[in-house]
């Protein structure tokens, strides 16, 4: 048998409805306990965002203010996942499944702030010698945390060299070959080149890098999306109104039984608002960790946003799929993503596409090496980080020349286990948020 058919044989089973449960289940309790705080304080965190208290560091060692943090964030969130998960979805669940991708991450909403209030805490409360924050640092308490804390961060690690690395220049390799022909090995160099002088500049000049890669593939991706839904203005309520629909009936996948129908939008939606957003995996977590905050909940109500505009990006996109009517043609990933701002763009579709991928794709890159950064030096005891960014340029260089499926699937396991661990310390800390939560007052 194919080692990539085997190893995404297990990737059905690790991704599957028990781990999705899981996942749920804990975002649901926490919803309970914590009172719906993703809800009571939505408007909360979009008016906290912009005060001047999250541009600034409490501590002049930090890293990054709040602000850069929240940017940072937004930057290895909206990667090509976001934008080509709609795509993926469609395919193989239906039109409803793009409803789920946007439901769902209500409930992840949740599982965001809880790990960025345990890492601003614990990295507030920290000592000179301790790791600068994440799962890292909170789970050094819970029952076994020492060795779960070089668990998660040993597979937090490898998730950043193939989910946030690999996977990101292989997709903007692929999208430069076919756009503009571009040679695989010149893609791999000039990504090399572009990480190293990112990375050599320290923790500073990889957050103002993402403060210019944020607002840049936003704005594309915005002008762009609106520029297809105004195009199809009249199809826009009648692709809402499949969308919706097809979440709860039969018409989500032609032919099949209801039941197989919703339930395979659902589980598509769960598993691509969970990937894209990575709300619950402990990475952003990590970004939030120095940045020199004093106010947790704060800071955990405003990272909030990150997993709800994500996930808002994957909607819109399959939004633009379904008004353009090309949804049902049979193509599957950017390819649909292309043949849908073709009825735009036309001949130029392919070159928007492109840039929309590649921006994306930087983003993560730039906003991962600091994760990559910060993982390493736990492991490391804070040596030997060259060899940290040889292997991160390594994985770069790989990513754009190999079609290494294996490696590419492999990572799903990785996100089940950072997921599992960080949701073992969330659940554990659970009372302490609680307690926290409700002496919070705005």
């Known amino acids: 048998m194919d080692a990539s058919l085997i190893v995404q044989t297990l990737n059905?089973?690790?991704l599957g409805w028990p781990f999705l449960i899981v996942a749920l289940g804990a975002s649901v309790v926490c919803t309970i306990v914590l009172k719906g705080i993703q809800f009571r304080h939505f408007f909360t965190a979009w008016r906290e965002l912009f005060n001047p208290s999250q541009q600034q560091a409490s501590d002049k060692k930090a890293d990054m203010t709040p602000f850069q943090a929240f940017l940072n964030m937004l930057s290895s969130n909206l990667g090509n996942g976001a934008l080509i998960g709609a795509a993926s979805a469609l395919f193989t669940g239906g039109p409803g499944a793009v409803f789920w991708i946007l439901a769902i991450s209500?409930?992840?909403?949740?599982l965001r702030f809880a790990e960025v209030y345990l890492s601003v805490r614990a990295g507030r409360d920290r000592d000179a010698s301790s790791v600068l924050g994440g799962p890292m640092l909170y789970l050094r308490s819970v029952p076994g945390g020492k060795t779960l804390a070089y668990v998660y961060a040993l597979f937090a690690f490898f998730y950043c060299l193939i989910i946030g690395d690999a996977v990101q220049t292989n997709t903007?390799?692929?999208?430069?070959?076919?756009?503009?022909?571009?040679?695989e090995l010149v893609s791999a160099i000039v990504f090399c080149l572009f990480i190293l002088v990112i990375v050599l500049g320290g923790a500073q000049r990889i957050s103002k890098a993402s403060e210019k890669i944020v607002p840049l593939k936003m704005v594309v991706f915005v002008v762009s999306a609106l520029a297809v839904l105004g195009y199809h203005y009249q199809a826009v309520f009648g692709a809402?109104?499949?969308?919706?629909?097809?979440?709860?009936?039969?018409?989500?996948?032609?032919?099949?039984?209801?039941?197989?129908?919703?339930?395979?939008?659902?589980?598509l939606g769960m598993t691509r608002s969970l990937m894209g957003t990575e709300a619950g995996l402990g990475t952003t977590a990590i970004i939030f960790g120095n940045t020199g905050s004093t106010s947790p909940v704060k800071d955990g109500i405003v990272s909030m946003l990150g997993t709800f505009i994500t996930s808002s990006v994957s909607f819109i996109m399959g939004l633009c799929i379904v008004a353009s009517g090309v949804w049902n043609s049979g193509a599957i990933s950017s390819v649909l993503v292309i043949q849908s701002f073709a009825t735009v763009f036309g001949m130029y579709a392919g070159w928007v596409v492109s840039f929309l991928s590649v921006s994306f794709?930087?983003?993560?890159?730039?906003?991962?090496?600091?994760?990559?950064?910060?993982?390493?030096?736990?492991?490391?005891?804070g040596r030997w980080w060259p060899f940290g960014i040889f292997l991160?340029?390594?994985?770069?260089?790989v990513g754009a020349i190999v079609d290494a499926k294996v490696v590419f699937a492999a990572g799903d396991l990785a996100i089940a286990i950072l997921l599992l661990i960080n949701l073992f310390g969330i659940m554990w800390w659970l009372p302490k948020i609680k307690k926290d939560v409700d002496a919070f007052r705005v």
């Open 12 to 14: 059905q089973y690790i």
């Open 106 to 110: 209500f409930l992840f909403m949740v």
């Open 172 to 183: 903007m390799s692929l999208s430069l070959v076919t756009t503009w022909q571009v040679p």
């Open 240 to 267: 809402l109104a499949l969308i919706i629909t097809s979440a709860f009936t039969s018409k989500a996948v032609a032919g099949g039984a209801i039941g197989y129908s919703v339930l395979q939008g659902v589980r």
């Open 361 to 381: 794709g930087i983003g993560v890159l730039v906003a991962f090496a600091y994760v990559t950064r910060e993982v390493w030096l736990f492991l490391t005891g």
């Open 392 to 397: 991160y340029c390594s994985a770069a260089f």
